[in-house]
T-cell receptor, first 113, second 113 residues
Framework: GAGVSQSPSNKVTEKGKDVELRCDPI?????LYWYRQRLGQGLEFLIY????????KSGLPSDRFSAERTGESVSTLTIQRTQQEDSAVYLC???????????FGDGTRLSIL | AQSVTQPDIHITVSEGASLELRCNYS??????LFWYVQSPGQGLQLLLK??????LVQGIKGFEAEFKRSQSSFNLRKPSVHWSDAAEYFC???????????FGAGTRLTVKP
């Protein structure tokens, strides 16, 4: 079956521009997660959605980062006024329930010039 | 503070040799434990997980991991490494459920012919 789909796979933009990253979770998965993976580093948790509950935004690095999710479907991660330090791979994952493993997409590689 | 440590940044083994990747955690309670693999240019793939029960867990691709409560460790092992195992390996933990998964910094595995 279809896995977690992320788009675009690559994004190059100029500093100061806004970018929007998209994640389509596996159908039926109630939980959705965003992570950031900087070059040579581990994964940083950004934000988590579970059903219709208010999202856990504890990992968002600044107020330039925001995310939305429509019901239990697609999610978008928006970065406003991008900075070079935002360059990273942004990974999305979904899970069937909170006690089930996360399934990851292939990520969006974001490069800020 | 809660933390996940992978002490080895980079490991090189010969094809056919055995492998052990270390993972230690510091949590207030026994967390859920995971190992993920990330091949170059690809997303994360779950190798195995431990929630409860038998402390020796079998995963895909011939990998296994052993949970040792007394050592707060969850080391990944494989008896005979294949060239296709060259990748980045991440240990991850989540307390009680999946909504606060923390990753180690990763261990890069190189396989010599």
């Amino acid at each position: 079956g279809a896995g977690v789909s992320q788009s675009p796979s690559n994004k190059v933009t100029e500093k100061g521009k806004d970018v929007e990253l998209r994640c389509d979770p596996i159908s039926g998965h109630t939980a959705l997660y965003w992570y950031r993976q900087r070059l040579g580093q581990g994964l940083e948790f950004l934000i988590y959605f579970q059903g219709n509950s208010a999202p856990d935004k504890s990992g968002l690095p600044s107020d330039r980062f925001s995310a939305e999710r429509t019901g239990e479907s697609v999610s978008t991660l928006t970065i406003q006024r991008t900075q070079q330090e935002d360059s990273a791979v942004y990974l999305c994952a979904s899970s069937l329930a909170t006690d089930q493993p996360q399934h990851f997409g292939d990520g969006t590689r974001l490069s800020i010039l | 503070a809660q933390s996940v440590t992978q002490p080895d940044i980079h490991i090189t083994v010969s094809e056919g040799a055995s492998l052990e990747l270390r993972c230690n955690y510091s949590y207030g309670a026994t967390p859920y434990l995971f190992w993920y693999v990330q091949s170059p240019g690809q997303g994360l793939q779950l190798l195995l997980k431990y929630f409860s029960g038998d402390t020796l867990v079998q995963g895909i691709k011939g990998f296994e991991a052993e949970f040792k409560r007394s050592q707060s460790s969850f080391n990944l092992r494989k008896p005979s490494v294949h060239w296709s195992d060259a990748a980045e390996y991440f240990c991850a933990v989540a307390l009680y459920n999946n909504n606060d998964m923390r990753f180690g910094a990763g261990t890069r595995l190189t396989v010599k012919p």
